[in-house]
């Protein structure tokens, strides 16, 4: 019996002592979670510093999330006996020159016919043409020079330039290795002369950008947007990215604030309209009642440009100087310049909830809104238990809602309603998260906009993966120096991404345009909009 007390008292005391190392490895563990995250953040701060002391973007503290991947429905077994047809073949039909190949055979063979090889080839060869121009005196003693073929610029053909504008907006290649390149073809031409043939006399395919612009933002029926770093002039300047799933264009300027985004909207209109359009916008932005009934006229009022406009507010006793009034202002006229011409309409704009983009019509990106969850730094394995409980309910959520997509029924719209607020509305005991998932529930609206649209995309995957050429082309050319060289460098990109979201090649659209015989490529404005 005494033996049986021993062993129990035992037994007690190594109880005892096992929970007190449990609990001091508990209390440790803690300590380490917390040092991890504190060293986290200042390595984080550390590499923020060096990019901007590199006058670049910092880059983001998480890894990309995968909802969004995770939750796509499995594709289905290919039908058995169905191969699908190899690419190569299919352009047989295309054959540019046929070759007979002779057979050394010893005398007494049979022909049995020929057997077929396609063979695909590329001739690139430089060529110096020489053009003699007639020269003529009339009557009168004017001179009348016979005129050079179209695309000829400073002495180098269309061919030529076809070339430099196809490999340095679609290859990535920068002007130097362009003039190493062409030198050793054969071409005689210098790093200056090839940036004069990308970025000299491009009115046409500027203005063929800004056609696309405003063919997607009226016909379309939603847009993605996003913006990044760029620099110009050794400034920081921003690129902004505006398309769907038929167009993109590029606009790099020094600002991304709303009144800047707004002004891209507008495209090549420059006025202002202060109509009904403006003054809602203005009654959204919870301005001065007051100052709407000084503005407010019978007929909408429209302005020029910028100037008349000023005017018009200082001819009221509205101080012009004053930036945070004025710009209100001014973002109005713009909203009201928007659509008095027709555009956006009912147009949808999915953004990251980057304030600039939120206006209008406006759906909040999923993936990004889940990232958030990613950025918490969670010190106790409760709060990383409650950080992977919710994640996991909103990836389920996701998921209906893609599935929702594919068979819309306005039946089961307010089960994800209610369902959406039985999520966001969770007290977890984690302070931070649960401050998210407040704030996640205020944009409900735009969140669950698809339940309204269920064309729109839940993400702005298409604008990220759009930007990435951008920062692409940022990382290996760098920045540019003069306007022309923004101009081009956005406009070429924004025309490359258009054409292959249209299923057509930019090679051949570029001969098209520069007058080289080929391929007929209509306008793209034209084709954006009978997409739409």
């Not at 035992?10 to 300590?31: D, G, T």
């Not at 006229?333 to 555009?343: A, D």
Request: glycine share 8%; charged share 25%; proline share 5%.
């Amino acid at each position: 019996m005494t033996g049986l007390l021993e062993r129990a008292e035992q037994a007690e005391v190594r109880l005892a002592k096992l929970e007190a190392e449990n609990a001091a490895l508990r209390e440790e563990n803690a300590a380490l979670r917390l040092e991890n995250t504190r060293l986290k953040v200042e390595n984080q701060l550390l590499r923020d510093e060096i990019a901007r002391l590199k006058n670049l973007p910092p880059r983001p503290p998480f890894r990309p999330s995968g909802m969004d991947k995770a939750t796509d429905d499995k594709p289905g077994v290919q039908q058995a006996g169905k191969k699908k047809p190899r690419g190569p073949k299919l352009d047989v039909k295309r054959v540019s020159r046929e070759e007979v190949l002779r057979a050394n055979v010893p005398s007494g063979s049979r022909f049995k016919g020929y057997k077929s090889c396609f063979v695909r080839e590329l001739v690139l060869k430089a060529e110096l043409v020489h053009y003699r121009r007639e020269c003529w005196i009339t009557p009168d003693g004017k001179t009348v020079i016979a005129p050079l073929p179209a695309g000829i610029i400073g002495g180098y053909g269309p061919n030529v330039r076809r070339l430099c504008l196809m490999l340095h907006a679609q290859g990535q290649v920068t002007t130097g290795r362009l003039a190493t390149l062409l030198n050793d073809v054969g071409v005689e031409i210098s790093k200056r002369q090839i940036v004069r043939l990308l970025t000299k006399a491009l009115d046409e395919f500027v203005a063929e950008d800004a056609a696309v612009l405003h063919a997607g933002l009226v016909s379309s029926s939603y847009v993605t947007v996003d913006d990044t770093g760029a620099r110009h002039a050794h400034g920081n300047f921003y690129t902004t990215q505006i398309g769907s799933d038929h167009f993109t264009v590029f606009r790099t300027t020094k600002s991304k604030s709303r009144l800047n985004f707004l002004s891209l909207l507008r495209g090549n209109y420059r006025d202002y309209v202060l109509n009904d359009a403006a003054f809602e916008y203005l009654e959204e932005r919870r301005g001065d009642p007051g100052l709407f009934a000084r503005l407010r006229t019978f007929e909408p009022q429209g302005f020029c440009n910028q100037v008349p406009f000023l005017e018009y507010l200082a001819g009221k006793g509205i101080d012009i100087f004053d930036r945070q009034g004025i710009g209100v202002l001014a973002e109005a006229g713009l909203w009201g310049s928007l659509r008095h011409h027709g555009l956006l309409g009912d147009v949808v704009i999915v953004s990251d909830d980057a304030g600039q983009f939120r206006v209008g019509n406006h759906a909040l990106c999923w993936v990004h809104s889940e990232r958030l969850l990613q950025k918490l730094m969670p010190a106790k394995p409760k709060e990383a238990r409650s950080v992977t409980l919710i994640r996991d309910l909103i990836w389920r959520f996701y998921k209906a809602l893609k599935a929702w997509k594919q068979k819309p029924s306005p039946q089961a719209i307010p089960g994800f309603r209610r369902r959406f607020d039985r999520i966001f509305t969770l007290h977890t005991g984690y302070d931070a998260l649960d401050q998210l998932l407040t704030r996640l529930h205020r944009r409900k609206d735009e969140l669950l906009k698809v339940l309204e649209y269920p064309h729109i995309p839940l993400h702005t995957n298409a604008s990220e993966n759009d930007l990435r050429t951008f920062v692409t082309k940022r990382k290996i050319s760098g920045g540019t120096l003069s306007r022309d060289g923004r101009v081009a460098r956005d406009t070429m990109l924004g025309l490359m991404k258009t054409c292959k979201k249209l299923g057509l090649s930019f090679y051949h659209y570029l001969g098209d345009r520069l007058g080289i015989s080929g391929q007929t490529i209509p306008p793209l404005a034209g084709l954006v909009a009978a997409k739409a």
